[in-house]
C-alpha cells in the first residue's frame, strides 16, 4: 500500500479521535522547506509529513505507527495547544524577549511537551507511537552528534512519566538527571496563559544553557515558525491578544514581529504621518500619535450602541424649479396644465415643470454629532502606559462609533489648558486629539471652553489650543458686549447663541472624576443639559462615587474603571427604551 | 425503562475514550491568581496578610516564584506582587534569596519582613523594598527606595531612597549610588550610615552616626542633637547647615555649614590642632578602609563604634583637650 494512501486510511480514524478539526487532508511531501520534518502549514491549514522524514524514522518504527504518531502530534497542535494563534503569538514573544535568540527554540520545545502532553492525558490509548517517536528522535539526535536535541527528547518523555502514573518511567544519565530535577515539577497542562508563559520561563531556564547560539535541532517540530503565518491571520491574532492580554502582550508581540516578520504591515497603521499633519503642536502638550494604530484596533473589539434623538437637521427634498418644453419621454404628471395652452403632452408645445433639489430644515431621529472631552492631567493614566490607558480607549471607541453613523466628531483635551478640536468628519485628528497629553492638575476652565465652541466652526478639523495667545484673539473678535461678560467671567452659558451648535451635539466627558472646580463644571454640565445630553464616563471608583451624588439633568455617568466596562455599553436611554418598548408590545403577538 | 435504555448505545456516537490521569501542583498558581485579584491597595500590612493566608501549606522554591512574577506582569495588581513573593521567601529554609528576574514594571513589597538571619540580594529593577525587614537587605540592582528596614542595609546598585526605620538594629552603607539616605519618621533612627559611593542628600535630618568616605553633595544638614556627622570624603556646600550635634570635618567640604546650632563644629584646620582627637579619627578612618571592599568588614567596624560609644568617645578627647562641649 502506497504511503499517501495508508495516510488517508489513519487520517480517517484520527480525525474522528480529533472530533473532526478544520484542517485539510494531510500531505505527504518531497521536503519541508528543505528539510526532512513534518509541520502544520498555517497559509494551506494543511499538515505535511516529508518522505525522508518517514523514511528516516522507518528504520525504528513501523510506517503505520510514524504516520499515527505524526498525525496525532501536529493535529494536537491545532486542536490541543496552543490551539489559538494569539496564544502561540503571545507566548513566542514572551520567550524571544526573555531568551532572545533562543526563545523560539525554547517555545517550541515547550508548546511540543504541552500537545503530546494534552493528548496524552485525553487519550489512554494513544501515547505508544508518541513515546516511541519520542525515544527515536533521541537515538537519531544522538547518531547525528547532536547531544542537546536527544537530552531535551529524553526529557520530554521523562515528564509526561513523572505526571502520568501509567507511563513507563524514562532512565536518565546523571547529566540529564540533573537538569532533569529544575524540570520535573513544572506543570504544563491545563493552565492559564500566565501559568504557560511561568511555566515556559522555568523550562527556558533549565534548558537554556544546553542549547547553542543558533540552535538548527532537526527533530523539532516546525509548529512553532513565525514565517509561514498568513499576514491576515496576524492581524486577526493581535486583536485577540489585545483583548486578552491588553496592551502589553500586544506590544510584545509586535516587537516580536518586527524582528521576525518585518514583511507584516499592520492595516491599523505602524506611523502616524497623517495624523501629525493635522496642525501645529504646544510646548506643553505632548502628542502619542504613534498610539493610534493601538487605540484603532483596541476600540475595533468594542461596539458602542447610540441611541439617536431628533435633531434639527437639512433634509433634502425635491422643487418644482422652471419648466420646459414636453419632450415625449416626459412623465405626463409634471405637466403643466395651465400652461400648456390646451395641448396636453405636445411636444413643443405643453410645458412641464422641472425639479431641482433643494434642502428643507426638519427635525430627524439621528445620531448627533459628537463633542468629547478628554481629561489628560497627571493623575489620568498616560496614552503610552504600560496598560495602556481606558480613557483613550473609550474615546476611541466613542468616536469610532459615532463617526461609522455618519457623525462628525470633534472634542477637546483639557488639563488646566484647553486643546480642541471643532466636529468634522476627518477623524484622524480627533484620534490625535484624544492621544495628546497636558499633564499637570485639573481645573478645567469652562469660560475658554465655552468661547472655543462659540467660535467653532464645523467641518473645521484644525487644533486650537487655549493658550494666552488664542484667548486674545478669540477676545478681540468679540463684541463689545460679550467682552464685557468673559471680563466679568461670567459663569452662565448663553443659550442663545450656542443652542443651535449645542443641539447637535453630545457632550460627553472622560476624566477620573478628581477635578478641582467641579461646581464650575456641574454648572456648565447643568446648562448643556437643557439643549443638548451629557455622558460622563468616570475612571475611577472613587471619582465614580462623588459624580454619582451630583442630581444633573439629561446627564448620564458611567463608570469606565476597566476596558471590559465599556463592553457592551449603550448610550442615552437604554432603560427608558426597554421600558416603552415593554408598555408599548407587550402581549402583542 | 432505564434498564432498557442503558443497552442502547448513543446514536451516532463512540464510547468517549478514558483519560490518564495527570498531577502537577498548581496551588501556588492559582493563590497567586487569587492575590492579585483580591490584593488590597490600600494598606502594605494588609497585602503582606493575604498573601500569608493563600499561600499556608504551600511549598515552593525561589525559582518558582520568580517564574510566575514573569508570567503576571500584565496584570492590573501586578505591583503588589512582592508582598506574595516575601510570603513564600520568608517561609523557604534558604538563607540567602538572590532576586534577579528582569520585569517590565517596578514591584513593591518585596523583602517585607524578611526574618533575621536571612539576606536578601537583589540583582534586578525593583520599587519599594524591605518594609520593617530585619534580614539584611543588598542592592546590587535598582531599587526605588529601602523602606524603613530593621537590618542592615547595603547598597551596590541605585536606589531612590533609603529610608532608615526607627527601629533600626543594623546600619545603610553605600556603595553605589543614592539620591538620599536618612530618616522622616520619628522616633529618629540610631542606626549609623556610612557612604562609600556617591549620595545626594545625606543624613539630613538624622539622629545617629554619619559618616562620610565617598562622595556626598549635602552632608548632615539638620543632623539632630544626638548625632555625629564625620566627613573623610568628598562633600559639598554646607556642610552640616542647621545641624545641632557633632560636625567634624575630618577632610574640609566645599563650604562648611554648622556654625550656630551645632555641638561641636570643627573644620580640618580646627581638628589638626587636637591632636589626640586627629589620630582618633585617623583610627577610625583606617579601620573603616577596608570596608570599602568587604560590606562585612564595615559592618563589624561599625558594630564596635556605635553612634553613642563615638559621641562618648570624641567627648572626652574633646573636654580632656580643655574645649567645651
Known sequence: MSLDKKMKEIWAREKVRFNQPAIKEPEIVPSIEGQDSAAFDWLTRTIQISKGFVKDLSKYMTEEDILKG??????????????????????SSQAHQIFKGKGLPIYQFYADLSNEGHILKNHQTVGKEILQMREVFSKMALGKGDKVSSMLNNFLRAMYANSMKDLPPVPLNTEEQKVFEK????????????????????????????LPEHCTNSTR???????????????????????????????????????????FQDPYGDNSDKAAAIGAGHQNFARHDEQIPLYRRWAANYGVYIVKRPIESDETALFRQGKKDFEVGDSVQKLDIFGSRGQIAMPGVSKVHMEEEGTLPSVAWSVPHLNLGIDSSGSMPSPDDTRGSPAVLAAFVLGKNYHANGSMVGGWNFSEDIAFVAPSREIEPFYSLMCGRWGGGTVLNTEKLKKLLEEARFGDSRVI????????????????????????????????????????????????????NIEDVVSYLNGLGKITRNFVFITDKRGYADWNKHKLPNTWVYLAEKPEDLKDLALARTKALNTEANTNYRGVR | MSQLAYKFKGAGHEEPERKRKYTSDIRLQEAFSKYLDNVIVDGVGERYILALKLTRNIKASVEEVDALLVGYQGHRNFEQAGFFASAIFNSIPDKKIVFDVKLEELVDGLCYELPKGKTFVNKANVGTIGFHSEGMIINEGEASEIALPKGPSINYGTIDFIEVGPDVKGPAINYGNVSRIGSTTEPFSNASLLNYGRIELFGDDYSSLIINMGTAE?????????????????????????????VLA??????????????????????????????????????????????????????????????KDIEKIVRGAGYEI
Open chain 1, 183 to 210: 524540570l520535573k515539577d513544572i506543570p504544563f497542562l491545563d493552565l492559564s496563559l500566565d501559568d504557560h508563559v511561568a511555566s515556559l520561563y522555568r523550562f527556558g531556564k533549565a534548558i537554556e544553557n544546553l
Open chain 2, 250 to 311: 575630618a577632610k574640609n567640604p566645599d563650604s562648611f555649614g554648622a556654625k550656630v546650632n551645632a555641638r561641636l563644629a570643627w573644620t580640618q584646620e580646627d581638628i589638626n590642632e587636637v591632636k589626640p582627637l586627629k589620630k582618633y579619627l585617623e583610627e577610625l578612618r583606617e579601620k573603616l578602609e577596608p570596608g570599602r571592599k568587604d560590606h562585612n568588614q564595615a559592618l563589624a567596624v561599625l558594630e564596635k563604634y556605635t553612634c553613642t560609644n563615638v559621641r
Open chain 2, 218 to 246: 549635602h552632608m548632615a544638614k539638620g543632623a539632630q542633637k544626638s548625632s555625629v556627622a564625620i566627613n573623610y570624603g568628598k562633600t559639598g556646600e554646607n556642610f552640616g547647615s542647621g545641624a545641632h550635634g557633632i
Open chain 1, 221 to 263: 517540530c516546525k509548529h512553532g515558525k513565525i514565517d509561514g503565518i498568513p499576514v491576515k491571520e496576524i492581524d486577526r491574532a493581535l486583536s485577540d491578544i489585545l483583548d486578552k492580554k491588553g496592551v502589553r502582550g500586544y506590544r510584545m508581540v509586535k516587537k516580536m514581529l518586527k524582528d521576525l516578520r518585518p514583511d
Open chain 1, 70 to 91: 505524526c498525525l496525532r502530534h501536529e493535529t494536537g497542535h491545532w486542536v490541543y495547544f496552543p490551539r489559538e494563534l494569539s496564544d502561540q503569538l503571545y507566548l
Open chain 1, 465 to 516: 489650543y487655549s493658550d494666552e495667545k488664542d484667548l486674545q484673539r478669540i477676545y478681540e473678535r468679540l463684541s463689545d458686549e460679550d467682552k464685557k461678560k468673559v471680563t466679568d467671567k461670567s459663569l452662565i452659558l448663553d443659550m442663545k447663541k450656542v443652542q443651535a451648535k449645542y443641539e447637535k451635539l453630545d457632550n460627553v466627558i472622560i476624566t477620573d472624576g478628581f477635578i478641582g
